[in-house]
């Protein structure tokens, strides 16, 4: 099993500066933790320092911890936080029932809680939950999978789909049964001959794909884009081309996918595209709204996610050169 990658480097303050830094330091001196559980890719490092720059621009004290997927490293990153005098938490748990203990203590302590890009199943103390919905996210891909026309060639015959993802993530699993609910109500027909488990590397879902043998397969369906493109550099080293099989994420948001898109490679018809400094700040608004407004905040707060293809590619992402 090859060693998780080295988490990317925190961005300059200049490269993630908030859209809330302003003079109004309208949360001077308010210590706030953020607890997230991955930041082992360019979006998660940018939504997560979206929130704490937002916040730091707004004069907060910020702690940031990442306990890299694992639940009892991040209760006593919590446990530090709330030793440390927090007064507002902005929470990402690795899965539903992650981290209650604690996070019933930080409800005890009179803590409000944030959760983004994900959720959890304690709900006292929570303001909102901010995230995507990750059902309509598979369906919306599903939807621009069968617009571009990718299951017409098998002629009403099943297209045989290999999974590979991190298999225990719920919000994988919503992904992926969102995207196959729109292939059962338009009566596509499809067969999944494997899944893969790839825990959202690169490298383990390449070397997951290319121990795969002895099935044919038409589609690889994946939940994230590093198990996408996994996927990819074991089909390109196998000699296979798009058009032998097509590579389908659910969700994308960085400058490798987006001129894949551009330059029209063929392996991606089309990804939904969600941008991490949306989440961030969107987060952080709700917040101040909780402070500052007596408008109801919803149990919910979704971020819209559309599908970005070839055609729309140069409108949802700013191009380094």
Same mark, same amino acid.
């Given at each position: 099993?090859?060693?998780?990658?080295?988490?990317?480097?925190?961005?300059?303050?200049?490269?993630?500066?908030?859209?809330?830094? #302003?003079?109004?330091?309208?949360?001077?001196?308010?210590?706030?933790?953020?607890?997230?559980?991955?930041?082992?890719?360019?979006?998660?490092?940018?939504?997560?320092?979206?929130?704490?720059?937002?916040?730091?621009?707004?004069? @907060?004290?910020?702690?940031?911890?990442?306990?890299?997927?694992?639940?009892?490293?991040?209760?006593?990153?919590?446990?530090?936080?709330?030793?440390?005098?927090?007064?507002?938490?902005?929470?990402?748990?690795?899965?539903?029932?992650?981290?209650?203990?604690?996070?019933?203590?930080?409800?005890?302590?009179?803590?409000?809680?944030?959760?983004?890009?994900?959720?959890?199943?304690?709900?006292?103390?929570?303001?909102?939950?901010?995230?995507?919905?990750?059902?309509?996210?598979?369906?919306?891909?599903?939807?621009?999978?069968?617009?571009?026309?990718?299951?017409?060639?098998?002629?009403?015959?099943? @297209?045989?789909?290999?999974?590979?993802?991190?298999?225990? @993530?719920?919000?994988?699993?919503?992904?992926?049964?969102?995207?196959?609910?729109?292939?059962?109500?338009?009566?596509?027909?499809?067969?999944?001959?494997?899944?893969?488990?790839?825990?959202?590397?690169?490298?383990?879902?390449?070397?997951?794909?290319?121990?795969?043998?002895?099935?044919?397969?038409?589609?690889?369906?994946?939940?994230?884009?590093? #198990? @996408?493109?996994?996927?990819?550099?074991?089909?390109?080293?196998?000699?296979?081309?798009?058009?032998?099989?097509?590579?389908?994420?659910?969700?994308?948001?960085?400058?490798?996918?987006?001129?894949?898109?551009?330059?029209?490679?063929?392996?991606?018809?089309?990804?939904?595209? #969600?941008? $991490?400094?949306?989440?961030?700040?969107?987060?952080?608004?709700?917040?101040?709204? #909780?402070?500052?407004?007596?408008?109801?905040?919803?149990?919910?707060?979704?971020?819209?996610? $559309?599908?970005?293809?070839?055609?729309?590619?140069?409108?949802?992402?700013?191009?380094?050169?």
């Amino acid at each position: 099993e090859p060693a998780a990658p080295a988490a990317p480097a925190e961005p300059a303050p200049e490269q993630a500066s908030g859209e809330y830094a #302003s003079d109004f330091m309208l949360l001077e001196g308010v210590k706030i933790g953020v607890s997230t559980n991955y930041l082992a890719d360019e979006f998660c490092v940018k939504m997560n320092y979206s929130i704490v720059n937002n916040l730091r621009g707004l004069g @907060a004290d910020v702690t940031i911890a990442d306990s890299q997927q694992d639940a009892e490293v991040q209760t006593k990153q919590i446990e530090a936080m709330l030793a440390d005098g927090i007064q507002y938490l902005f929470a990402n748990t690795p899965s539903m029932d992650a981290c209650v203990g604690i996070l019933e203590k930080v409800n005890q302590a009179g803590i409000p809680i944030i959760y983004f890009d994900g959720d959890n199943t304690w709900n006292d103390g929570v303001i909102t939950r901010i995230g995507r919905d990750w059902t309509d996210v598979g369906q919306t891909q599903a939807r621009g999978v069968i617009a571009a026309g990718v299951f017409d060639k098998f002629g009403g015959q099943p @297209a045989r789909v290999v999974e590979i993802y991190a298999l225990a @993530a719920e919000r994988n699993q919503e992904l992926i049964n969102g995207f196959y609910s729109v292939l059962q109500e338009q009566g596509i027909p499809y067969e999944v001959v494997g899944q893969l488990d790839s825990n959202n590397y690169r490298e383990t879902a390449a070397n997951a794909l290319a121990n795969f043998g002895g099935v044919e397969y038409d589609l690889v369906i994946s939940a994230d884009i590093n #198990s @996408a493109w996994g996927a990819v550099s074991t089909l390109e080293a196998q000699g296979k081309t798009p058009d032998d099989v097509k590579v389908i994420p659910m969700a994308a948001w960085d400058e490798e996918t987006a001129l894949a898109l551009k330059e029209n490679k063929g392996w991606f018809p089309c990804v939904t595209w #969600s941008s $991490p400094e949306r989440c961030g700040a969107l987060a952080v608004r709700v917040l101040l709204t #909780s402070m500052y407004s007596e408008a109801e905040i919803p149990r919910q707060t979704i971020v819209q996610v $559309p599908v970005a293809n070839q055609q729309n590619i140069d409108s949802l992402w700013e191009f380094s050169s």
